[in-house]
């Protein structure tokens, strides 16, 4: 399975997010610039954290216009699997491919931290490998990871089973509704999610919980 | 030339944190009888456009394609 990162200025989980992936799928992922229309034929589009144009007007709100965002939005209508990580999530939600809003976290600080998350949905190409409700650990670092969706989306995406990962144990680090920290779109193969699970891969991170989401996601046996 | 002023607003019901910490600070500072604070966004346009109706449109098109994030905010757009 193949697989390719979105580089954008102002990312800095960009060589986590292509780290983690050539660790766990064997071979290094392709790269794309912002400025880039065309992706490579792969399985799955990564785009890491950081801070994207500078969080400049609004989290994500430059990087979703730009025209590689165009290309990553015609691969996922033909059913490519996309993950958002942090500012990625952001976004993918910028650029529409997720509904709903992520605003500046209700404390006002920026947040880093190792926090619990439940499994709300297992059965998606990205969670297959856990179990339903099981507990993993994640680790978190942003400033703007409050999830806000109005009533009606919100319903949507509970009745639908769209909420993925939810904060758990009180760990919610940023008063997100519903304790939401990740969801899918409708087709369930875009999915974003503030968590850094390419940060908890192997023995080195302190723990491997992130690692199931890149093998379920790229088919790879654990 | 077009001078225009777009001002974005949270819309009614989404929480506003900055805001919250706007008021508190205010009312710290001995200013009783704050409200609500909420804070938003102003940007200035100028536009090479004589059309008035024209350059209103194209406002609010920016406003929605970018300036503004219609889940959460509300725009206006005042020519000046």
Same mark, same amino acid.
């Given at each position: ?222 | ?13 989404? &929480?506003?944190?900055?805001? @919250? $910490?706007?008021?508190? +600070? ?5 200013? =009783?009888?704050?409200? /609500? ?9 100028? &536009?090479?456009?004589?059309? @008035? $109706?024209?350059?209103? +449109? ?5 406003? =929605?394609?970018?300036? /503004? ?9 005042? &020519?000046?």
């Amino acid at each position: 399975m193949k697989s390719a990162v979105v580089l954008l200025p102002g990312l800095n989980r960009d060589r986590d997010m292509i780290a983690a992936l050539t660790k766990i799928s064997g071979q290094a992922p392709a790269t794309v610039w912002q400025t880039d229309t065309e992706i490579p034929d792969v399985d799955l589009i990564a785009i890491p954290g950081g801070f994207s144009f500078g969080d400049y007007l609004r989290c994500g709100a430059i990087a979703a216009r730009m025209p590689v965002m165009r290309a990553v939005a015609e691969k996922a209508a033909k059913g490519v699997m996309v993950i958002g990580v942090c500012n990625g999530f952001q976004i993918l939600v910028e650029a529409g491919l997720l509904p709903g809003a992520l605003m500046r976290n209700t404390s006002l600080k920026f947040v880093c931290r190792q926090v619990k998350l439940e499994i709300a949905n297992a059965n998606t190409m990205f969670t297959r490998r856990y179990q339903p409700g099981q507990i993993i650990r994640s680790p978190v670092a942003h400033h703007d990871g409050n999830y806000f969706a109005d009533a009606d989306t919100l319903a949507r995406l509970e009745g639908e089973g769209q909420v993925v990962f939810r904060y758990a144990e009180g760990t919610n680090p940023n008063g997100s509704i519903n304790d939401i920290a990740g969801i899918v779109n409708e087709q369930g193969n875009v999915l974003g999610l503030m968590p850094h699970p390419e940060n908890l891969i192997e023995a080195a991170h302190g723990g491997n919980d992130g690692r199931a989401l890149f093998e379920g996601a790229l088919g790879i046996a654990a | 030339m077009i001078k225009a002023r777009i001002t974005v607003t949270l819309k009614n019901g989404v &929480l506003d944190p900055q805001g @919250k $910490a706007i008021e508190h +600070a205010l009312s710290g500072l001995g200013f =009783d009888g704050v409200g /609500a604070v909420r804070q938003g966004k102003v940007f200035d346009v100028e &536009l090479a456009e004589s059309d @008035k $109706a024209k350059a209103e +449109a194209d406002l609010k098109a920016m406003c =929605d394609k970018l300036l /503004a994030n219609t889940v959460i905010e509300n725009y206006s757009v005042t &020519l000046t």
